[in-house]
């Protein structure tokens, strides 16, 4: 909120930049975010994540804990939790260098 305050993209699905990614609605503000970084993890549900997400207690469950980087400072911090048993993470970028 210290970057957003007060900005078009203070809340990410309102407004002209509504549904952009990260990326596009920082650069509207003049941050030019470089990287990102995630963490994949699964554990057992809380029981509220449990009751949100319609499993049962304990299930397990993903968590994705995706940060945005614009140099060394933290843009956007988000933590994405989903059932286990119908989830499937894929991963896949460019290989090498020109």
């Not at 997400?53 to 980087?69: C, D, K, N, P, T």
């Not at 933590?79 to 020109?98: D, F, H, Q, R």
Request: glycine letters at 12%.
């Amino acid at each position: 909120m210290s970057l957003t305050k007060g900005t078009p993209i203070a809340v990410p699905e309102g407004g002209q930049h509504a549904g952009l990614g990260v990326t596009h609605r920082m650069a509207a503000i003049g941050i030019q975010v470089d990287t990102w970084d995630e963490e994949v993890w699964a554990r057992p549900a809380a029981r509220e994540e449990a009751r949100t997400l319609g499993i049962s207690a304990g299930s397990i469950v993903m968590v994705v804990e995706r940060s945005y980087f614009a140099g060394e400072l933290v843009v956007e911090v988000a933590a994405i939790i989903l059932p286990a048993e119908s989830t499937k993470l894929v991963y896949n970028g460019p290989v090498g260098g020109s």
